[in-house]
């Protein structure tokens, strides 16, 4: 079956630092890749998200880009901030049609300190 | 908009207690789905729906019911309580015909202890 594996954590980086945080994917199909993000004490929230090969997600800072030959979606940041201090989820969904079930790496907190 | 609300935020029961956790969705979405978090695992889909009166199982089903009789709400039953459901629960909802089908929106969850 489909799966997402994810670096494990925590990642501990100093503000301004550069940031990586590896996902690869295992999937049948040509699934669209997803970046979620969870604050303290909140639910999930997308972050960004590509849909085919060589698209590149982005928001806030970061960037993705779905890579099919490595079967990959690295995250990326130039420059962290506290703020972006979070557990970070990679998530794939292969469905063409109807519900979209999300299937999720394990999370990568990321703790920024000033 | 609220968007995704769930009750209550934190619930602690004893072995074989039944409850119900509460999810509702202001944004008209079609789609609603209920996953539980747990360490290391990441989140596991329990039950989703595609419309009112359609549900279907997701990848972990067993002690869970849910029905859903209206578009705004999806609430997730658990029949008799087990120490292995301790876990955080979200709910999502996704897709309204003006949006896409892939991004879901998630609750702030559920912190459920059983005993």
């Known amino acids: 079956g489909d799966s997402v594996t994810q670096m494990e954590g925590p990642v501990t980086l100093s503000e301004e630092a550069f940031l990586t945080i590896n996902c690869t994917y295992t999937a049948t199909g040509y699934p669209s890749l997803f970046w979620y993000v969870q604050y303290p004490g909140e639910g999930l929230q997308l972050l960004l998200k590509?849909?085919?090969?060589?698209d590149k997600g982005s928001n806030k800072g970061f960037e993705a880009t779905y890579r099919k030959e490595t079967t990959s979606f690295h995250l990326e940041k130039g420059s962290v901030q506290v703020s972006d201090s979070a557990v970070y989820f990679c998530a794939l969904s292969d469905q063409d049609t109807g519900f979209q079930k999300l299937v999720f790496g394990t999370g990568t907190r990321l703790l920024v300190s000033p | 908009n609220a968007g995704v609300t769930q009750t209550p935020k934190f619930q602690v029961l004893k072995t074989g207690q039944s409850m119900t956790l509460q999810c509702a969705q202001d944004?008209?979405?079609?789609?609603m789905s209920w996953y539980r978090q747990d360490p290391g695992m990441g989140l596991r889909l329990i039950h989703y729906?595609?419309?009112?009166?359609?549900?279907d199982q997701g990848e972990v089903p067993n002690g869970y019911n849910v029905s859903r009789s209206t578009t705004e709400d999806f609430p997730l039953r658990l029949l008799s309580a087990a120490p292995s459901q301790t876990s955080v629960y979200f709910c999502?909802?996704?897709?309204?015909?003006?949006?896409?089908?892939?991004?879901?929106?998630f609750g702030p969850g559920t912190r459920l202890l059983v005993l």
């Open positions: 999502a909802s996704s897709y309204s015909t003006s949006g896409d089908k892939e991004t879901q929106y």
């Open positions: 729906s595609v419309g009112a009166g359609i549900t």
């Open positions: 590509a849909t085919k090969a060589d």
């Open positions: 944004m008209n979405h079609e789609y």
